[in-house]
Nanobody
Framework: QVQLVESGGGLVQAGGSLRLSCAAS????????MAWFRQAPGKERESVAA????????YYADSVKGRFTISRDNAKNTVTLQMNSLKPEDTAVYYC?????????????????WGQGTQVTVSS
């Protein structure tokens, strides 16, 4: 069974940085696209960043462009989200997701496997 486990969340001050990691079973990286979503209290889950299986193409939500970077290492079965210049509005539970397709998608329903989430809190 495919499993995704996020780590790296925590509490930081505005302007700080965090690196989130997603450890996945090997099957997840067999031609699967990967993504990060987030869900803030009282808000819908939204796409943050996504990356194709090969890693050569990426997607970023407008709200995080220039601040977040998604990357993957298929040999190590990991995907990361480097978050810089964090803002209070970035506060949310961040989820790693995998899709049974090598191509990027931004809709929640396009993803087949989900991690349990990791909390990111950015103080003012």
């Amino acid at each position: 069974q495919v499993q995704l486990v996020e780590s790296g969340g925590g509490l930081v001050q505005a302007g700080g940085s965090l690196r989130l990691s997603c450890a996945a079973s090997a099957r997840t990286f067999s031609n699967y696209a990967m993504a990060w979503f987030r869900q803030a209290p009282g808000k819908e889950r939204e796409s943050v960043a996504a990356i194709v299986w090969s890693g050569v193409s990426t997607y970023y939500a407008d709200s995080v462009k220039g601040r977040f970077t998604i990357s993957r290492d298929n040999a190590k079965n990991t995907v990361t989200l480097q978050m810089n210049s964090l803002k209070p509005e970035d506060t949310a539970v961040y989820y790693c997701a995998a899709r049974k397709s090598p191509r990027i998608a931004t809709m929640r329903g396009s993803y087949d496997y989900w991690g349990q989430g990791t909390q990111v809190t950015v103080s003012s």
